[in-house]
Structures are given as C-alpha cells and as structure tokens.
C-alpha cells in the first residue's frame, strides 16, 4: 500500500480588482465635488462615493494631498465670496445721515454673516465627508481638523484688512445710532459678534471680538459718555439726569445681553460710573430747585430712591449721599434754631404771667418776647425737630433700603444740630410736659403716646443727659404737686422709656417722687381719720410729703410768714406726722403749693384757686376796709416773702386778666413804690377762677445760669465718685486708661471734658484718695 504525501499549501495572492488607484485620478473627481457643494449644487452627488475617495487618498497615504487640496478649495472659495458679496458693500462712509449710515452697516453686516453661514454649512458638510482623514490624518500630523482649519481660513481670508476694519466701524456706527435714540435690526450686529467671538487667534488664548471689537468699542463708549455727562449735567435738573443716567444703565446692559458679549459688561458699566455719573456726584444733589434738597421738601420718593441706586453702584457715591443728606439736615437743623432762638436775643424781662395781660393806658410795648410766646417757640422747636425728623426717616425707609451706614448718618448730622441748640434738654422737657398735662385737645392717650415714642427718639440725640433730668424732674414735679397729669400711667410709661434709654440710676429719684405720692395718699387718710375723732382746724389742709433727696428743690424753704390759722392748721398736721414717724423734720415750702378760697367780692362770691404765696397776701386785705391800702413795704414786711415771688405774685393778682387786686399806680409792672387795694367791684361769669403764675415756662438767662452752676456742681461730684469707683476695683491704672474708663462710664449722661477730669484727679489726690506714681503717669488708690 503507497502512500502520497502532499506539501505544504501555498498562499496565492488575493485578485486584483479593478483599475489601480490613482491619487490624481481620485483628487481631480472629488475636488470636483467638493466646488459642486460650496455652489450649492450637491443633488446629485453620492456622499458614499465622496467619502471613498477621501478614504482611498488617506489610506494609499495621500492624506497631506487632500488635506492642503481641501484648504486651498476653501481659502478659493473665501476669496470668491468675499469679492462678490462683501467687498462690494463696503459702507461708503461718505455720507452724513445717520439714517443711510445705518442701512448701510446693516447691509454690510448681513452680507457677512451670510458668507459665514455659508462658509461653516459649506465645512460642516466637507467634515462629514472628510471624517476619516481627521480620524487619521489630522492626528498623526498634527494638524487641525478640516472644520477648526476652516475657521483659520475664514479668518485669513475675510478678517483681514480692509473688511476686518469696516466690520469694527459698522458695529460701532451702529452702536452709536441706538445711543443717539434710534431703532437697529440688531439680529445682524449679533449675528457678526458671535462670528468674531467663534473665531480664536494667538492658539485660542484670545477671541477675534475680545482683540479688535472690545477695545475699540470701549474707547468709542468712554468718549460718548464723558461728553454725555457733561451735557447732561448742564441741561438737565436733578430728577431727570438720574432718570437718564439709569436709562443708559439699562440700556447698555440691554445691549450687551442682546448683541454683545457679557464679557463685555463690567469693564462697560465701570466707563459708565467713572465718566457718566461719578464726576456730577455732588453737582446733581446739590442743584438749586432740584437737587436733593427740593426732593426731599417735595417728597419725590422714586426719584430719590433712583439717586440712590445709583449712588451705591460707585464707590464715592454713598459717602457724597451721606455728606449731603448731614449738610442737609444741618441747614434745616441750624434754621430750625434761629427760629426758636433768634427772638431770644437777651432773654430777659421774661413776663412771669401766663395769663393774657391787659394792654389799656400802657406806653410802648416792650420789645423783649413774652413768657407765653417763649414757651410756644419751645415747643415749636420740638415740634420741628420731630416733624423733621420723621420726613428722614421716611426717606431713609422708603427710598433708600433703610440703609443702615445712611441711617447713622442722619443720626449722627441730628446728634450735632439738637447739640447745638444749647436750651434743647429744657425744650425736650417742656415739650413732654405739655404733653402729660391734662386738658389736652384734640389728642387721644394713644396719639400723645406716640408723639412721646417720637420724643424719645429726639432724646436719644442728646449729649447732656443729666440737663434734660434736672429740667424733667422740675416739669414732673410741678405736674405732681398741681395736679396736673394726664394720668398716672402715661408718666410711668415715660419713665420706663426713660429707663429703657439711660438705665435704673437715670429714674430712681423720679421713681422715688411718685412713691413720695403714693405714700402721702395714705398718709392723709390717716389724717382725716385722726381729725375725725378730734376737733379739726379752720383750715382743711392737703400735704405731701416730700423726700429731699428726690424733690427738686432747695433744703432751706422759701421765707414766708403764714397767718395764725394757717400756722394752726399745719401744727396739727406736724404733730400728727411726727407720732407716727420719729427722727424725721418736716420743712414747708410754701413756694410749691396752692390753695383754693372763697372770695365775698360786692356782686357775688368766688371761688379762686391761687398760689400759697398769693393766698398769704390776699389775706392780708381780709380785716382793713375796702377802700384801704397796703404798700409794697408794708406787704413785704406782713408776709415776710421774698422780692421777686412777691413781685410774681402781686403781679399774678393785680396785673393779669382777672383784677383781684388793684395797683396804684395802674400798670403792668410792680415797683417798691406802689401800693395795692381789694377789687370789691370785681365781676366774671365764672364761679371758679384759677389765678396761676406761669406753670411752665423757658428759663431767663440767670435761671439758666443758675442750673448750669448746678449741674456743674453735680457733674464734679459725679466725676470724683466714677474716678473713686474705678480706682476702688482696679487698684492701680495709668492716666489715659483712667480718662478713657470715666468718659466711657459717664457718656450715658453727660460728656466729660478731660481737662475737668484731670482736675477731679487732682482733688482727689489732695484729699488722699489717690497718689500719683513714681512715673508720673499712673496713679493708685489709697484704701
């Protein structure tokens, strides 16, 4: 049996299919193709075919054939539509009508946006056919794809001079045409800014927009606007400047969120502050008949809030805001003084009568302001100040956001204008008393507690703390001594706002004069209990009690001889008082008290309720006969009062609208010379008749000087007892941290001077309380 043995099988060659491949032979068909598609004519080509012949080209290794043949098919092209559709629209320039201008930069901008449009239809197609040679080509060579070269073409090629030019010129003239108040097609301004921003120079660091456009359009803009500024600053009032300041605002962030790049945004608003609102900061708040004054007066709450807007978008502006609106309020604060001042020029011959004063047979009028129209200024002042004070505030709410670095500048400009006026504290004082007084018209307790919540916040302004309590505590004494509150629980009210402001210590002794109140009620039940089981005086007497210490009035009393009944009837009360509290010496102080008596007078009996001083003089005409006199002297000499209250009460009794005394001679002053009688013959339709000296008035120039003298007296004690008090805790400080502790811990009533400071130290170390040290700049507490 043979067996054949085979050989190995042999590998044949794969059969060659139709004709070999001709670079050439493929460039020269597909080149054809690809200008059948940049002309729109690709109906009737094959995409598969295309595609081959790019394929064959990479793949027999004629890819940088291809690649270069294609760019020069587009660079051709490029060239092509730019002469035929750009270059010829070219905007002539020539002529002035902003109107043909901007249909020209129209034209033009839409011719290059089309040729765009269809440069990148053209490369998305050549992509799709040329996909394999970027997958293959492009990567090894390391060379753009055929669709980012397209782009460095089109840049080449159209961007260039002159057309690169002519594209910056038609965009800024058409800027400028909207600007000046004219409406664009702004579809092909931005459809040529994202052209420009497609197309990236410098290996894509920077866009085309970002190199040419930006730059010149910025130029362009800063130029515009500082020459709008200017014009607008000087034709324009206040309201409408702002109004078209922030229209172009609006305007230019309308434009660069419509047709310009946001990147844009910033550096324009920046030439915006800096050249169109920035350097007529102070201008505009400061015309004359429009400025932020007359905004204010005329309550242009939208204005003023657009002022304000704008002025917190640049870095100067809220300080120029807050620097106009103090010097405001210093003018109106400064005429808001002269007015309650200015007629206060001497301040004296204050007229002690409140009441009206009869003017018949007198000679010239006295020049100097009445007591009565001193008081109304007064309360105008604060009045003014609150009303002023309120139209800030609403400013301040709603026009400017309730800001608060605003707010602490109103504050602060109030702060300096309610300090200026050195008789605020007693006009503050005098205007709260008038509103606890009762017989008010036309206020409900709600509205007069309001207008205190609004006092308060005037308070709250003052430097001198403890000038306003030593003037409130005179007010609320007289109030309580007559009477004369609206009621009880609106003076606590004000004390606990008063306490909320400046503390326990600040109200103690005013909390201590309503208990002295409290305790003299039940002091005279007990009393009336006591006389009921005994025989009672002629006199029916009502006292309070007073504690020293809280009641603001001297130690020694007033000097006045009383009437034997009178003395009678208060040695009953004093020997009841005493048994029941021992170790206690009771004063009287005829001075703050009242009485009421019944008149016999020719046509009927009246009831008048006068001063305790008045009441001892008109005693005195109880037993002489009706037409008997009684000299100043003699008066003096019988009542033992002294001049001045005797001249008030005289002039109270004999001068003012009811007549109970005459005077001899008639007039409406009291002299050392004259003599007084009993007015039998006077008559008035009222059973009642309050006979008042003033109840509250403003201060004359020694009354205030006297209360200076004694504030200043308890300031030093005030001082020496903070110094005591630190050194006693701290044991050893230097001088300036000793300073600065005291005037920390007294700014809630007063503002200490240092130089007053130092000399407390210095009392304090001469009577051993302290010692200096050895360095000279400390000091330590002796126990």
Request: with cysteine.
């Amino acid at each position: 049996m043979s067996v054949t043995r085979r050989g190995k099988p042999k590998i044949k060659p794969p059969r060659k299919h139709g004709t070999t491949f001709s670079a050439e032979k493929t460039w020269a068909e597909l080149s054809s193709n690809i200008r059948e598609i940049q002309n729109h004519d690709a109906s009737n080509l094959s995409f598969e075919e295309n595609y081959r012949f790019a394929y064959n080209m990479v793949l027999h290794r004629e890819g940088k054939m291809l690649y270069e043949g294609v760019k020069k098919l587009v660079a051709e092209n490029l060239d092509a539509l730019a002469n035929e559709k750009v270059i010829p629209v070219f905007p002539t320039g020539g002529n002035t009508d902003p109107m043909h201008r901007s249909q020209e930069a129209d034209i033009f901008l839409k011719a290059l946006r089309s040729i765009w449009d269809d440069h990148m239809g053209n490369m998305v197609k050549l992509g799709q056919i040329l996909k394999y040679m970027d997958r293959v080509h492009t990567k090894s060579e390391k060379v753009p794809e055929i669709c980012e070269a397209g782009r460095h073409l089109f840049l080449k090629h159209i961007i260039r001079p002159p057309i690169q030019q002519h594209i910056v010129t038609a965009i800024l003239n058409q800027v400028r045409f909207e600007r000046d108040g004219y409406s664009i097609n702004r579809s092909p301004v931005k459809g040529c800014v994202d052209v420009l921003l497609s197309l990236e120079v410098n290996d894509g660091s920077i866009t085309v927009y970002k190199r040419d456009l930006e730059p010149a359009f910025l130029r362009e803009s800063e130029a515009f606007y500082e020459t709008e500024g200017v014009k607008l600053s000087e034709t324009c009032d206040a309201p409408e400047f702002l109004r078209r300041v922030e229209a172009r605002f609006e305007s230019e962030d309308s434009r660069t969120h419509h047709y310009l790049a946001r990147q844009t945004g910033s550096p324009l608003r920046s030439i915006l502050k800096d050249h169109l609102l920035t350097p007529h900061l102070s201008t505009i708040v400061s015309l004359q008949n429009s400025g932020l004054d007359n905004m204010i007066d005329t309550d242009k709450a939208d204005d003023l809030a657009r002022l304000y807007r704008l002025f917190i978008s640049v870095s100067t502006g809220l300080p120029c805001l807050k620097r106009s609106l103090k010097d405001s309020i210093a003018r109106r604060g400064s005429e808001i003084n002269r007015v309650s001042l200015g007629t206060e020029s001497g301040d004296m011959d204050i007229d002690p009568v409140g009441d009206e004063v009869d003017r018949k047979g007198k000679g010239k009028a006295r020049s100097v302001t009445s007591g009565a129209q001193k008081l109304a200024l007064a309360l105008k002042w604060v009045q003014d100040v609150l009303d002023l004070r309120d139209k800030f505030v609403a400013v301040w709410e709603n026009a400017f956001n309730k800001d608060r670095e605003v707010e602490s500048a109103l504050n602060e400009a109030f702060q300096e204008f309610i300090d200026g006026n050195g008789k605020s504290p007693e006009y503050i004082s005098l205007f709260i008393d008038d509103n606890l007084k009762k017989g008010l018209k036309g206020k409900t307790d709600s509205e007069v507690d309001i207008v205190l919540d609004k006092t308060i916040t005037v308070f709250r302004f003052l430097t001198d703390k403890d000038v306003f309590e030593r003037y409130y505590k005179g007010h609320l004494a007289k109030r309580l001594l007559q009477g004369r509150s609206v009621s009880d629980d609106a003076e606590r009210g004000m004390l606990a706002k008063l306490k909320v402001e400046c503390g326990f210590q600040f109200t103690q002794k005013l909390e201590g004069m309503f208990h002295d109140m409290k305790i003299s009620e039940d002091t005279m039940q007990a009393y009336r209990t006591h006389l009921a089981k005994t025989t009672p005086p002629e006199i029916d007497l009502e006292v309070i009690v007073m504690t020293s210490t809280f009641w603001p009035m001297s130690h020694s009393a007033s000097p006045c001889t009383f009437t034997l009944d009178m003395r009678k009837s208060c040695k009953s009360f004093e020997q009841f008082y005493l048994s029941r509290h021992s170790g206690r010496r009771l004063t009287w102080q005829p001075s703050l008290g009242n009485a009421d008596v019944r008149v016999a007078f020719n046509a009927a009996k009246i009831e008048l309720n006068v001063s305790t001083f008045a009441l001892v003089i008109l005693l005195q005409f109880q037993d002489p006969a009706d037409d008997a006199f009684l000299t100043y002297s003699e008066l003096r000499q019988a009542t033992n009062i002294e001049d001045h209250e005797l001249q008030r009460n005289l002039q109270s009794l004999a001068c003012a609208k009811y007549k109970i005394l005459k005077k001899h001679p008639p007039g409406r002053d009291i002299d050392k010379d004259d003599s007084f009688s009993f007015n039998a013959g006077f008559t008035s339709n009222l059973r009642k008749i309050k006979i008042s000296t003033i109840s509250s008035k403003v201060e004359s120039g020694e009354e205030r000087k006297e209360t200076r003298d004694r504030i200043d007296e308890e300031r030093r004690h005030q001082t020496e007892a903070c110094i005591v008090r630190i050194m006693k805790d701290r044991k050893h400080m230097a001088h300036n941290d000793l300073i600065n502790e005291v005037t920390r811990q007294l700014a809630a009533r007063f503002h200490p001077d240092p130089l007053n400071i130092k000399k407390r130290i210095e009392g304090l170390i001469e009577r051993e309380y302290l010692e200096r040290c050895e360095d000279r700049k400390s000091y330590n507490y002796c126990a």
